[in-house]
C-alpha cells in the first residue's frame, strides 16, 4: 500500500479580502454597477442584446446604460443570437470592446458556431497577431420554475472549447472583480450568472477598481477533514451543508472554483491534498460535466493524499429542468443533497 505523504497547507487566495466598511449590493447591483462605471471609464465599450436598451434587459441588469451613454454604445438587436455575437466579434476586431448579452443560456445555441468557431480561435488562426476582446453575459441555471429553454447549466460546453474562458461568480464582490477583468481581457469571456442570485444574494462589494483575475480560485470556508470544489450558486448551498457538517463535529472546506476556464488546478489539489476527501459540486447534468473533470483532475494529481474516493453531486441526466415545483425540487442539487454525500463520505 503506498504511504501518503504528509498534507500541505493551502493558502488562502491573494486579493480576496473585502473591506470591512464596503457597501452591501446585491448581486444584481454589483453587475449592473460595474458596467455603468467601465462604461464611463473606456468610451470602447458597447453593450448589444436582445432588449439591453429601452428595457433594461430582462432581468434589468441594464437599466439606465441607454439613458447615459446613448444608442450608439447600448444598442438593441433583433431576436438573432448569432447575429449578436457575429456582431460583437466584428466590434472586437475593429477596436472595440463589446459586452454581448444573451437573454438565457438556452438560447445561446444558434450562437455556438459565432462563439466557438471564430472567436475562440481568432488568436491561434491568426497566429497570435489578433485578438478578440469580447464578453457575453449570460444568465444560467434554474430554480426559477423556468423549466425548459430557460434552466440550463450547460457551461461543459464551453470549458470543452480551446480559446474561450469561462467565469461564474457566486458573490457580488466576485461579480464585480471578475466583469471587470473579464472586460479588461484580451480573449473572449463567457460571464455566467446564476439568475437565483441576482437579487438573493447579497454581500460587502469593494469600492473602486476591484479587480478579481480569471483563473484564480477562492476558499470560500476553511476546513480540514473534507473538501468540497464548486461554483455559482452552489457555493451557497455548499456553505450550508458544510455549516452542517460542522454541528456534527466535521470541518468541511469549501473551494469557489470562480473560473471554469482557466481552471485553478492548483488551488484544487492542494486542498484536496490537505483534507484528504474531495466531493465535487456542481447543478449541471452529472455526465461529462465541470464535476467530473474537477473529479478526474483531483483522482490524477491527489491520489496518493485521499482516503476515500473522489466523489460528485450533480443534476440527473434529463434532457431538462421539469416545471413541477416537485419535479424541479427533484433536479435541484440542494444543501441537503450536499450534506448526504458529506455523511458518506466522512462516514457519520
Sequence with gaps: MVQAPERPAVARPAGD???DEAPQ???IEAIHDTLHEEMRADERIVVLGEDVGRRGGVFRVTEGLLAEFGEGRVIDTPLAESGIIGSAIGMALNGLRPVAEIQFLDFIHSAMDQLMNEAARLRYRSNNDVCCPLVV???FGGGVHGAL???QSI???????????VVAPATPADARGLLRAAIRDDDPVLFLEHKRMYRLIKG???PGPHEVPLGRARVAREGSDATIVTYGFMVHEAEKAAAAAAERGASVEVIDLRSLKPLDEAAVIA???KTGKALVVAEANRPCSVASEVAAL???????YLDAPVMRVAGPDVPAMPFSPPLEKAFLVDAEKIGAALGRLLAY
Aim: charged content about 20%.
Design 155 to 165: 457551461e461543459a460546453v464551453f470549458v470543452h472549447t480551446p480559446g474561450l474562458k
Design 204 to 206: 460587502s462589494v469593494p
Design 25 to 27: 449590493r446585491s448581486f
Design 271 to 273: 486542498s484536496a491534498k
Design 149 to 151: 429553454y430557460h434552466s
Design 137 to 139: 453575459r449570460v444568465p
Design 17 to 19: 479580502a473585502e473591506a
Design 298 to 304: 483531483i483522482a490524477e494529481e491527489a491520489f496518493a
